[in-house]
């Protein structure tokens, strides 16, 4: 039994890392999310905060739920990118061991996690900090985690957790819940239930549009696999997460896996559900496959829709471009494809490009000029282009999401402009991101989206919660376009996925391991 005020500490490291992708750097989690000490429980009461969710959501269920005392160290949170610099890494490292050792002895932790992560030289960062949270607090501390369901899993960091909380849905719309959710098993854990995990694996890697969680008759087999796990929850069974994991990470930790937390100190009926539900995704899964559409149809769909005004509007996903992936959020390709055809009454969102945004704001709102993009940028795929453009508005960047994943939470576009390509607009920004919420476009103007009739996002999936407004599912085209989060994996050169996988290798054969 703890004392009657637990003593809990918060920490935080999220980024989702593409080994395909430019080294992330310190940078990068300095202009997204990186908080020490007492800042971190501030912004995480602020109406807006900052932060994943789920962190906001965990101190607002323990205020709730009665007394406790946080005690936050640091927060490191970016887009998603290539692997952690080392030297940055190690900073965190030390500062979150440090911090936990400073503040001994704790009642429990709580780390704000993703799961996906890289750092250069370690492809376990993730099971690293779990395991130096451990070693530290002693065996019997509860360490709840919350993480992203394209987490890819280490035993390590199984063996090393008390309470496993992964999202459930996709596009990721229920964060804040997963936090809540954690703080419930927090409080049952502090109440004296001891916990364990048990974790197994299943050779699919899918890739990431396959894995949407949305119900409906035309649902996916991820969805199934979710659905199916939160009706084995109950009695020893705590919680059930099936992650999908991270296809781009190229670690020997992919494939899709489901962790399962116990009461007490039998695994017996978690590893029987763990099995239960690897079983039935190895069953399904041709199901995890996915067709895209070509760039010359896409394309045409959207002149079509811009020419007839009758019929429904269009999105177009440049998934092979997703900063939500890695992604560099500058490709040309369906931009310069959309310009040759005459495409009219197009909205694209967002171009990821500081040099020609500050060019932009240097000029000011109504000038005419020549918009080069990717003048700076070396990553192969982001090749430069230019086209005359005028600039229409202009934004200092900073917003407040309205939908879906981002909604009620504060972000920052950066310096930001909306350019007119002679009918396609294109919205240029500093601080890379994906397009997922309407407010990154509507910061321009409140009724840009009732004008367009053809939306393009770089983005894979998250966009369909933001954007569901905007159109129905069967009109939303997925283009298969070249890019670092290109769908189809037999793009890439792949070094560290375990093989064979599937469908990657279509004549992967499956053991299920001993109960």
């Known amino acids: 039994m703890t004392a009657s005020v637990p003593r809990i500490a918060l920490l935080g490291f999220a980024i989702e890392c593409n080994r395909f992708a430019p080294v992330a750097t310190r940078e990068d989690f300095e202009s997204d999310v990186d908080l020490s000490g007492e800042a971190i429980v501030k912004d995480a009461r602020l109406p807006a905060s900052m932060m994943l969710p789920d962190l906001p959501g ?71 900090i779990y395991a130096m949270i451990r070693r530290v607090v002693g065996p019997d501390v509860p360490v709840i985690g919350v993480f992203d369901l394209h987490a890819n899993v280490s035993q390590r960091l199984v063996d090393s957790i008390s309470v496993y ?21 927090m409080r049952e854990a502090l109440g004296g239930t001891k916990t364990r995990c048990t974790m197994v694996k299943t050779p699919i890697v899918s890739p990431p549009i396959s894995l949407l969680t949305a119900t409906g008759p035309n649902q996916g087999p991820y969805a199934d696999l979710i659905q199916y796990g939160q009706t084995r929850v109950g009695g020893p069974v705590m919680n059930v997460s099936v992650m999908a994991g991270f296809a781009f990470a190229d670690s020997a930790l992919n494939g899709l896996c489901t962790i399962v937390t116990v009461r007490g100190p039998d695994v017996t009926p978690g590893r029987a559900v763990a099995l239960e539900i690897g079983t039935r995704a190895w069953s399904m ?24 005004p009758s019929k429904p509007k269009l999105i177009l996903a440049d998934c092979a471009d997703n900063p939500g992936g890695g992604g560099r959020g500058n490709t040309m390709y369906l931009l310069k494809a959309l ?92 601080l890379r991101q994906q397009c997922l919420d309407p407010m990154q476009l509507e910061v321009f103007d409140p009724e840009i989206l009732l004008h367009a009739r053809t939306l393009c996002v770089k983005s894979r999936g998250h966009f369909r919660a933001g954007f569901d407004q905007f159109t129905t599912p069967e009109n939303i085209i997925e283009v298969d376009n070249p890019g670092l989060t290109s769908p189809n994996l037999a793009n890439f050169d792949w070094t560290r996925l375990p093989r064979p996988v599937y469908p990657l290798d279509e004549d992967a054969i499956w053991t299920v391991p001993n109960a």
């Open 58 to 128: 965990f101190v607002a269920e323990m205020d709730r739920t009665g007394a406790w005392m946080p005690i936050p160290l640091r927060v490191a949170q970016a887009q998603p990118g290539g692997a952690v610099d080392a030297a940055y890494f190690a900073e965190l490292m030390s500062d979150f061991e440090a911090g936990l050792r400073r503040n001994l002895p704790l009642d429990a932790v709580y780390v704000s996690s993703h799961g996906a992560a890289l750092a250069v030289g370690n492809d376990d960062p993730d099971g690293e």
């Open 165 to 185: 909380v992964g999202y459930r849905e996709n596009p990721h719309t229920d964060i804040r819940e997963r936090g809540i959710e954690a703080a419930r098993h």
């Open 285 to 308: 899964r041709e199901r995890f496959k996915r067709t895209m559409t070509s760039l010359d149809a896409a394309v045409r769909r959207a002149v079509e829709i811009g020419l007839d």
């Open 339 to 430: 310009k040759a055809a005459g495409a009219q009454h197009v909205l694209f969102g967002l171009i990821n490009d500081p040099a020609l945004a500050a060019e932009a704001h240097r000029l000011g709102e109504g000038a005419r000029f020549r918009a080069r993009f990717n003048t700076t940028e070396s990553q192969s795929f982001s090749q430069p282009w230019e086209a005359d453009a005028t600039v229409v508005k202009l934004h200092d960047g900073p917003f407040v999401g309205r939908r879906g994943l981002i909604r009620g939470v504060a972000s920052d576009l950066g310096p930001a402009a909306l350019l007119d390509l002679g009918g396609i607009r294109v919205a240029v920004i500093t």
